[in-house]
């Protein structure tokens, strides 16, 4: 089992495939296992390396620790030195995007190119008191509360009714991950690290090309989100997903997957035309 100690602590990843070396970011329940049904695809054209951060899959579990995304961000610092990569491409979604956008903030000189789904440039009040409401339902150890809690509002409406058969295999398996404390207890300090998230203050730090994609039902970081990281972000692009939701990579895998062969493999970003 490949890990490596930050402050102490086993961090765990993995590393498939040769070439250009892409960092796949987590989802905040999500794990290194979540993507394995990409890798086929993209080892053919990078090295690509999974990270569980704290307190998600395989890495060390902080409980009764208090802390903020900063320590995820200097968690991949420690991987990419580990690895002795001097740059990275860097993919993340939702909770990894923020990651990834702080890190490509921080440490600017170390990031060739960045793609964004589904992620904000900073915690709102409105996004915060979602966290609190996925928190309140977790303490209730009440599995089936909690998926109804936090799972549908994940998927587009148009995905969940079209797989609604899918999702209720789903929520079988989910419920009794979903009732046990150790997990409710990773989910939420994973949330409260969020909620001081806001990289307004230094996001003109972040210079280098970067793809922003966006899904029209995504009710956890909407249209908007991405709509001022484009508008703030010197050297964006920016798609958008019709009849996606939040866990855009599951409900359009395709295009998650041609978006990021395309943009970290094609070799110029400027055209005399």
């Known amino acids: 089992m490949p890990t490596f100690e930050f402050r102490g602590k086993p961090v765990f990843?993995?590393?498939?495939?040769?070439?250009?070396?892409?960092?796949?970011?987590n989802g905040i329940m999500m794990s290194t296992k979540s993507w394995i049904p990409f890798l086929p695809t993209l080892t053919e054209h990078f090295q690509v390396i999974r990270v569980d951060f704290f307190d998600?899959?395989?890495?060390?579990?902080?409980?009764?620790e208090t802390y903020t995304q900063t320590i995820q961000v200097e968690l991949l610092k420690a991987l990419t030195m580990h690895l002795k990569l001097a740059t990275v491409n860097i993919v993340g979604i939702s909770y990894g995007g923020e990651v990834a956008l702080a890190f490509a903030a921080q440490y600017p000189s170390m990031v060739e190119r960045?793609?964004?789904?589904?992620?904000?440039?900073?915690?709102?009040?409105?996004?915060?008191?979602?966290?609190?409401?996925w928190i309140?339902?977790?303490?209730?150890?009440?599995?089936?509360h909690y998926y109804n809690t936090t799972i549908p509002v994940i998927y587009s409406p148009y995905y969940y009714q079209s797989r609604i058969d899918w999702m209720n295999r789903r929520?079988?398996?989910?419920?009794?991950?979903?009732?046990?404390?150790g997990f409710l207890?990773?989910?939420?300090?994973?949330?409260l690290s969020a909620e001081s998230y806001d990289i307004r203050p230094v996001i003109k730090e972040i210079t280098m090309p970067v793809l922003l994609v966006s899904a029209e039902q995504d009710?956890?970081?909407?249209?908007d989100n991405q709509e001022y990281l484009h508008q703030n972000l010197p050297n964006s692009e920016w798609v958008l997903l019709p009849l996606a939701g939040h866990a855009s990579m599951y409900e359009k895998p395709?295009?998650?997957?041609?978006?990021?062969?395309?943009?970290?493999g094609v070799r110029d970003l400027a055209y005399n035309i």
Do not use: C, H, M
């Open 56 to 64: 998600q899959g395989q890495s060390a579990k902080l409980p009764g």
């Open 219 to 223: 009710y956890l970081t909407p249209v």
């Open 114 to 133: 960045l793609i964004v789904f589904n992620s904000t440039a900073y915690t709102s009040s409105w996004l915060k008191d979602i966290g609190r409401g």
């Open 171 to 181: 929520k079988a398996f989910l419920i009794p991950v979903f009732s046990d404390p």
């Open 13 to 25: 990843y993995e590393t498939d495939g040769s070439g250009k070396p892409v960092i796949i970011l």
């Open 185 to 191: 207890g990773q989910v939420e300090r994973l949330t």
């Open 254 to 264: 395709l295009l998650f997957t041609s978006l990021v062969v395309g943009f970290f």
């Open 136 to 144: 309140a339902a977790g303490r209730t150890k009440d599995g089936e």
